[in-house]
């Protein structure tokens, strides 16, 4: 029987930072599937049928490794998210501003072939509006400061207005890509207050003013 590689368990540095303090990590270059999108994720129709797309295709992924001999455990959901004012989302919350780009990792032995066969057989077997947004590539996030958050996705804002405002210029750091959230746990079959949700900001380091 072939093991699973689930990534979760092998690469902890990246999946299990602390609860209480930042952490900083160094995310190296992956592969990602991707939808971009923009609304409220919990009303627009068009962020339901990215992620449905993207887990149909995954799976298929997975399917085509599992046969070749290589099986593994499809990694969480994840997005990017961000906002033309950055108080719409800290502050004000006003989730009909925001942008997104929905993702699920794929193993770096994934090739190019794999990918096109997975996405052919998904589409023949499924009617899925938002395959065609689907795409493919990859994701160097680099250098950035990450937080295990416990609880609802609406609890969150306190969380980042303390790495924005308090622990970044304090640490000497600047904001260096897009706000990241990786989803540990399902809301629909996990209590709201129990969500466990990584929450990572690339940052780079604010050069000296001088001698």
């Not at 072939?2 to 602390?18: A, I, R, S, V």
């Not at 961000?82 to 501003?97: G, N």
């Not at 970044?168 to 989803?183: A, L, T």
């Amino acid at each position: 029987m072939t093991e699973k590689f689930d990534f979760k368990k092998e690469w902890q540095h990246l999946y299990k930072p602390p609860k209480t303090t930042f952490q900083v990590v160094d995310v190296p270059h992956l592969q990602f599937l991707k939808v971009d999108g923009h609304g409220d994720p919990n009303l627009a129709e068009e962020y339901t049928q990215a992620v449905e797309a993207l887990f149909a295709l995954a799976y298929r992924i997975k399917f085509i490794s599992k046969v070749g001999g290589q099986d593994y455990v499809v990694p969480p959901l994840e997005g990017l998210w961000w906002a033309e004012e950055p108080e719409l989302f800290t502050a004000r919350r006003d989730k009909s501003q925001w942008y997104w780009t929905m993702m699920l990792m794929t193993p770096q032995w994934i090739s190019e072939a794999v990918y096109h066969q997975a996405r052919e057989e998904v589409s023949q077997k499924k009617d899925l509006p938002a395959l065609s947004k689907v795409r493919w590539e990859g994701y160097h996030e680099g250098l950035s400061a990450q937080i295990l958050h416990i609880g609802t996705y609406d609890q969150e804002g306190p969380v980042l207005a303390r790495l924005h405002t308090e622990w970044m210029p304090e640490n000497g750091y600047d904001f260096n890509g897009k706000h990241h959230e990786i989803y540990l746990g399902d809301p629909r079959r996990v209590e709201a207050q129990k969500l466990k949700t990584i929450l990572r900001q690339p940052i780079r380091k604010i050069a000296s003013a001088g001698k």
